[in-house]
């Protein structure tokens, strides 16, 4: 049986579940990793739909700064590498666990 995509998902994070899902088969706390890259996947969305709109630049007191979206929207994606890396999916051309990591780095030696 299909486990159900988590609710109020965005179009995003439905893509990155169905993709996975329908191709392999995850225990529970596999499935708990990918709900969690699934709602990061959604922010991440959302935070660049801000960065789109508002630009990557804001004036504040101290003069032109960053978007404190962009800084936001380049941690969520190490969130999301480090949790795919936990999933440890095999690679689609050698169909064989990537090598194995810590975070988004592998690690030496390995």
């Given at each position: 049986m299909r486990p159900k995509c988590p609710p109020r998902t965005g179009a995003g994070g439905r893509k990155l579940w169905a993709a996975i899902v329908d191709t392999y088969e995850l225990s529970e706390h596999e499935l708990q990793v990918?709900?969690?890259?699934?709602?990061?996947?959604?922010?991440?969305?959302?935070?660049?739909?801000?960065?789109?709109?508002?630009?990557?630049?804001?004036?504040?007191?101290?003069?032109?700064r960053v978007h404190p979206a962009v800084v936001e929207l380049r941690q969520q994606r190490v969130v999301l590498a480090r949790l795919l890396a936990a999933l440890k999916i095999p690679d689609a051309e050698t169909a064989v666990p990537a090598a194995p990591v810590r975070g988004v780095y592998q690690i030496r030696g390995a």
């Amino acid at each position: 049986m299909r486990p159900k995509c988590p609710p109020r998902t965005g179009a995003g994070g439905r893509k990155l579940w169905a993709a996975i899902v329908d191709t392999y088969e995850l225990s529970e706390h596999e499935l708990q990793v990918l709900r969690e890259a699934v709602r990061t996947v959604d922010q991440i969305d959302r935070l660049q739909a801000i960065v789109q709109e508002d630009g990557d630049m804001q004036q504040s007191p101290q003069g032109r700064r960053v978007h404190p979206a962009v800084v936001e929207l380049r941690q969520q994606r190490v969130v999301l590498a480090r949790l795919l890396a936990a999933l440890k999916i095999p690679d689609a051309e050698t169909a064989v666990p990537a090598a194995p990591v810590r975070g988004v780095y592998q690690i030496r030696g390995a």
